[in-house]
């Protein structure tokens, strides 16, 4: 059998350590972890291996050459452009004349491969996929099988709601050359988003093998020292180099330890190395030839080889390459990356994160808090579910912001044109300025919508046709943080892929500069807001909402949005009283401040005979109705109401998150229309709300993310149907909910999801987001959150007590699975 292994990556997530490396070369206990791949299939009687090749092939070829040196025979194919997966694969197609393994040149596996194929020709499959459980699978592929091992679905990188197994790709693959009819050769194609679903709409079965066994996919930089840790306490079975001198620390030939150096396991330490005494190790990986001066204490750290380090100096958490020079007193801390050939001077200090490219020289008595060529990575993964936040000035910073816009910008051809806009506040306000700066400096064409709330800001790129926006603001959850949201051409938030390129470059500190000549132009749209509205009157009966003479009250942030909302209640001819409740000093209230005062603001609405309570977010997105006899509408019945609203103006097609009411699917009905369920964040909805939209030709508009539309839409329907909000909301059939949030680690939350699906494997279920199970008196919904290791459990049924009773059914289930 031949074999082929996938050696093309850059490892642009492990820079420094690979600005000057292709990945496949980065060393594990001072081998490149390609290697590792080499010996293991030599293991398994495979000698007939195939290496694809693209960034920086002369290296990978200079150091395993015909690969005699393991007693396997090595042929190279090259990639001029990426090709994807399975596109570089293609390129060793003639090679590839029988069954052949696929596996990766940059992780680390011990998994069995004989088994792996023995499982493939028992199955007399295409495709075998070799699959591994991991706790945390959100950065994998996650696969469904059926209990034949038959591959159901896959899932690319999901969301916790899209997390319904603990089985992930390994990227390693049993395939036959039949799979070469299925694309051509030089196209860019990937296994698992392109020829995977391929295959498996022709018909052909596709299976998975569970392996057992250690697999690591190294990624970034804190599993690439966990992958060593994990050898070195065998967890993983390789061989490594040296001789074990005690249960846990392995030293190379040439190195000797004196009797006051001090070693806590796991330690790898390299050939040729010298260690004066005084020395503390915890935790390390030190490479060839290093030398380490008196006095010095290392933990949890990865040194290559040729380093050294002066006299008192302390590496926590650090990663030094090859050749780095540091002199005495120095102090590095946590996940600091120090590139090839780096001099670091005396007394210096590197704070944690920062990153230092190649051959760069940091002088004496520095205190080093940012890197050298941009900044540190910031954190795992930038994006939650609405875009970029964390606290204002302190984890965003304007450095911080003009570094994020320039990787934004870095995604677009020069001269695209992107709308930026803010809310009111003072820090929004700054952290635009540097925006613009940061999309200025990588060539794009900058449009300041100004200050402007965001359901303005989707509707002016749109009208404006920009490539994308960015709307800085105050988080209505906690307005001591601030969003950075991304939009797209339509106004949509930025879907995953989008947002992992934007990581990408960040991360990698990828970013496009333009020269003097081609820095973006800037202008100002100030007019938006009048436009906005416009658009809004084209899709109501704006008279017969004035005849009615509307006379409300309204708990709303002045400074966001009085020149918009008083300017559309005027327009409208609607009455309003103010409640004057304004947020403190520079931040607005939180939202759940503002629904904290509905009971005032529903006895003002019951005192002063208005026909309705009205309260808004700063930002104008999120609406809470208070009927005329001060009843506050709930979530669920504003869920309906809308339901209600969009299928009088005609929608026959209505988007709903999977957590709507059952008695939505109920007025779809009555209307001859369809209900589509999708996942519940708002990014989704919308855009699939947008889709739906274009698809039927109707106007697109989004009243669960517009306040302010959705109150003129509430409005336009009240007067067509003479009909008040008590009597509206009386109209809607009761329902009860109950809601129960179950603490559950993240290692386990793959975990618990695979056992809830094998458990309601034969009930009705629904897979959108989470898992929605449908019961004879109504349905729950499980759903894993994205941001917090929580399980939220949602039940809706026909009385409270039965609610109650079938969430806490299945919050105890989720904690015995968590234990199980």
Known sequence: MKAIIMAGGKGTRLRPLTCDLPKPLVPILNKPVMEYSIELLK????????????????????????????????????????????????????????????????????????????????????????????????????????????????????????????????????????????????????????????????????????????????????????????????????YIRGRQIEEGIWIGEGTDIPGNVHLTAPVFIGEDVVIKPGTHLEAVVIGD????????????????????????????????????????????????????????????????????????????????????????????????????????????????????????????????????????????????????AGLLSSGIRVVDLGEIPSPVARYSIASLEASGGMHIRCCYDNPEEIIFEFMDENGININRSMEREIEKKFFGEDFKRADQEHVGEYYYAPQMIDSYLHGLESLINRDQIRRRRYRLVIDYEYDSLSQLLLNMLDRLGCEAEFTYNYGRGMRPLSFAERLSTSNRIGQMVFDLEADMGIILDHNGENLTLITESGRVVTEEEFQILMAMVLLHQGVRRLVVPISAPAYIDELVEEYGGEIIRTRSDRPTIMRTFFDVAVENGQPFIFPYSDGLAALTLILDFLADQEITPDELIESIPAFYTSLEDVDCPWEEKGKVMRKLIETTRNDKVELVDGVRIQHDHGWTWIYPDNDEPVFHVYTEADNPELASQISQEYAAMIEDFKTS
């Open 43 to 238: 293991e398994h009687r495979i000698t007939e291996i195939g290496v694809t090749t693209c960034y920086l092939p002369e290296m990978i070829r200079d150091y395993f050459g015909d690969g005699s040196r393991w007693g396997v025979k090595l042929y190279y194919f090259q990639e001029e452009e990426p090709l994807g997966t399975a596109g570089s694969v293609h390129n060793a197609s003639d090679f590839l004349d029988e069954t052949f393994v696929v596996i990766s040149g940059d992780a680390l596996t011990d998994i069995d491969l004989s088994q792996a194929i023995r499982y493939h020709q028992e199955k007399k499959s295409i495709a075998t996929l070799v699959l591994s459980r991991q706790e945390i699978p959100l950065e994998y592929g996650v696969v469904i099988t059926d209990e034949n091992g038959r591959i159901m679905r896959f899932l690319e990188k999901p969301s916790w709601g899209e997390v319904f197994s603990d089985l992930v790709n390994t990227g390693i693959y049993i395939l036959e050359p039949k799979i070469f009819e299925y694309y051509d050769h030089g196209v860019k194609f990937d296994f698992s988003k392109d020829l995977f679903p391929l295959l498996m709409q022709d018909g052909q079965t596709l299976y998975g093998f569970p392996a057992d066994g250690y697999w690591s996919d190294i990624g970034d930089l804190e599993q690439y020292m966990q992958t060593q840790f994990d050898i070195l306490t065998k967890k993983a079975d390789v």
């Open 289 to 436: 030839y290093t030398i380490i001066e008196s006095g010095s204490s290392l933990k949890r750290s990865i040194l290559w080889s040729g380093v050294y380090l002066g006299r008192n100096t302390e590496i926590r958490a650090g990663f030094l390459c090859d050749g780095v020079k540091v002199k005495d007193n120095v102090r590095i801390f946590e996940g600091a990356a120090l590139g090839t050939d780096c001099t670091i001077g005396r007394n210096v200090t590197i704070q944690p994160g920062v990153k230092i490219w190649p051959m760069k020289v940091v002088e004496d008595y520095t205190n080093l808090n940012k890197s050298l060529v941009w900044a540190p990575k910031w954190r795992k993964r930038l994006f939650n579910t609405y875009g970029v936040h964390g606290l204002a000035n302190i984890e965003i910073t304007p450095e911080f912001a003009a570094k994020l816009a320039c990787a934004y910008g870095s995604t677009f051809e020069n001269g695209a044109e992107i709308a930026v806009s803010s809310d009111n506040f003072a820090v929004s306000k700054m952290l635009q300025k540097s925006v613009v």
